[in-house]
């Protein structure tokens, strides 16, 4: 545990050493900031028609700002992750601290585990920027707070999912880029798969959309926290991470 | 303390390392020799478990990199041959990640750091960022990280490849330092390195084991001295091989017979002799005054001599990665 945190707070750091966290947190929030604003400005101008027609009907800001503001917060996240994780391993092996890593007194799982969480907190702290803007809204509305929570809590699970993959491509290789580019490549897909099986009824179909990351966000977004969504969740998690430790296993007999 | 037998080390297509087995005794400081690609970092791979072996066995202070590996990796210190630093760390700020990644507690861990900081001369640069330092700034740091928890075995891959004389001075006299209560093994392809910081050498070819030996020994033995197998037979039955083997060693000038094989009573022999002195035609009266038969008597090329000439040859060249030594392999 210990040693968890330790490699966890290091990589952490790390990403405010280097320009990497600043640059992710502020691409997120400008562009969030955007939407956003568009979607703030969108709601009250038909507020103020509704009003002018005389037939003002009740509108949530829930549905017309925070669900769709949340929804592309964790579509921006989809394209910034592989910024994230990319050099998480592969930037150790290209430099040999991995041999600090495995030389030490330190079991492989921790070492994954350490680098994963790293990864989520400042996860957490670009998602945390959209907290501006949320508070904005609770600041001078009443909006509805339970299915913030959710969305939030679907965020970080599907952030998680996306950083397990990610870590995984990054020990794979010792070139950075080349992790950021197949990262980048399969959370496109994961994304795609919706698009492409959201129409179909075939098993194949089926199967791509349950794989899809997205569709199991949609009920987090809408505020429903359903056990399969987390169950899928996890499994997801954990299925990637398994496959980081054993291709971190075969760093050393492929060595 | 360290105990190897039998390692071998594969890759998909080469053989890295060739049934090797040695012994380091602790508080000793072993070095560890031979030309670029040798297998010397493939060994060390393996003793501090970055590397599983592909058979044979390494254990350090009786635990088994293999099924002991967290116990090995406590009592290890390690510097691979390029420092492993994280450039976008401050000095103390990386030894005290090192230090707590090695189990030191949070308690210890300030002074711990300053003590190597101190013992490294690494005063002056503890709040600068790695990324700025000095090549020989840079290998103290990596020195720094392998004594931090205090290991009971150090190992060292090429310790001062890169620096400049002087640093190279400061290195030597910060190993010997340590040596006493710590067991080190460093490696290095030059000769000189071996006689200025090392008690004993194991000096390894092309993944082979080539010779283990006190430095003042192997220096003795090797320089300029000659090397002859001869085979003795008797006429009369089988010769007593302890009696050859006494008659052989009062010649004058030999300094070492080893008897190498006996078959149909026929005894083969090699001798060494000492620096500078030709004892083949000495030998041969011996033998045959003795009434035996001298069936064959031949120069032998020693194996390590050649290594030990070629590595003479890397040191004064131009820092070779592939010096000649297709010598050794034409031999045999």
Redesign the interface.
């Known amino acids: 545990m210990k040693n968890i945190l330790l490699i966890c707070f290091k990589e952490f750091k790390g990403y405010f050493v280097s320009p990497i966290g600043y640059a992710v947190m502020a691409m997120f929030s400008l562009i969030l900031g955007a939407v956003f604003y568009s979607q703030t400005a969108n709601m009250v101008s038909l507020g103020f028609r509704s009003q002018m027609m005389g037939q003002s009907q009740p509108m949530s800001v829930n549905d017309f700002v925070i669900r769709p503001v949340l929804d592309f917060a964790g579509t921006i996240m989809l394209f910034l992750m592989p910024m994230i994780t990319m050099r998480l391993v592969a930037e150790e092996k290209r430099t040999g601290t991995i041999e600090l890593l495995l030389t030490s007194p330190v079991r492989d799982i921790e070492i994954i585990l350490g680098k994963w969480f790293g990864a989520v907190l400042l996860y957490m702290c670009v998602l945390g920027m959209s907290l501006l803007n949320i508070a904005m809204l609770f600041m001078w509305g009443k909006p509805d707070l339970k299915p913030v929570l959710a969305a939030y809590l679907g965020l970080l699970l599907q952030g998680g999912c996306l950083l397990a993959i990610g870590i995984f491509v990054s020990t794979t290789t010792r070139n950075q880029i080349v992790a950021g580019g197949v990262t980048f490549f399969v959370s496109l897909l994961l994304w795609l798969l919706k698009y492409f099986t959201e129409f179909g009824s075939t098993l194949i179909a089926q199967v791509g959309n349950y794989l899809s990351i997205v569709t199991h966000m949609e009920n987090f977004s809408k505020g429903v926290i359903d056990s399969r969504d987390l169950v899928f969740y996890a499994s997801m998690i954990f299925f990637w991470l398994f496959l980081t430790l054993r291709s971190m296993e075969s760093l050393r007999w492929r060595a | 303390m360290i105990k190897v037998e039998g390692l071998t080390k594969r890759y998909a297509r080469t053989v890295a390392v060739d049934n090797i087995s040695f012994e380091v005794e602790k508080g000793t400081i072993v070095g560890f020799l031979g030309p670029n690609g040798a297998g010397k970092t493939t060994t060390m ?1 393996v003793l ?5 072996p592909t058979e044979g066995t390494a254990s350090v202070a009786g635990f088994d990199v293999l099924e002991h590996p ?1 116990e090995v ?2 009592r ?1 210190g ?1 510097l ?3 420092p ?6 401050e000095v103390s700020e990386y030894l005290k ?2 230090g ?4 030191i507690s949070s308690t210890d861990i300030a002074k711990r750091v300053d003590e190597v900081a101190g013992r490294c001369a690494l005063g002056d640069v503890r709040d600068k960022l790695i990324a700025k330092l000095s090549k020989g700034f840079r290998q103290r740091v990596g020195l720094a ?1 392998a004594i931090i928890h205090n290991p009971e075995v150090l190992i060292l891959d090429e310790p001062t490849s890169g620096l400049d004389p002087k640093q190279i001075i400061e290195i030597r006299e910060l190993l010997k330092s340590l040596a006493g209560d710590h067991t080190i093994i460093l490696s290095t392809h030059i000769l000189s390195e071996v006689e200025h910081s090392c008690e004993r050498v194991i000096i390894i070819n092309r993944g082979k084991l080539v010779a283990i030996d006190s430095v003042a020994n192997l220096t003795n033995r090797l320089r300029g001295s000659e090397a002859v197998a001869l085979e003795v037979e008797s006429p009369a039955g089988h010769p007593d091989p302890t009696e050859v083997q006494q008659r052989l060693e009062v010649v004058s000038g030999v300094s070492r017979v080893v008897m190498k094989d006996s078959r149909n009573g026929r005894l083969i022999f090699e001798v060494e002799s000492l620096q500078g002195r030709h004892i083949r035609a000495e030998l041969a009266r011996t033998v045959v005054n003795s009434g035996w038969n001298l069936n064959e008597l031949r120069p032998v090329g020693l194996s390590l001599e050649d290594i030990f000439l070629q590595l003479t040859a890397t040191e004064k060249g131009a820092d070779g990665g592939n010096a000649p030594l297709e010598v050794e392999g034409a031999r045999k």
């Open positions: 791979r501090t478990c970055f590397l599983p967290m990796k406590r290890i390690y691979p041959e390029t492993p630093l994280y450039p976008e760390m990640f090192v707590r990644l090695k189990g990280q």
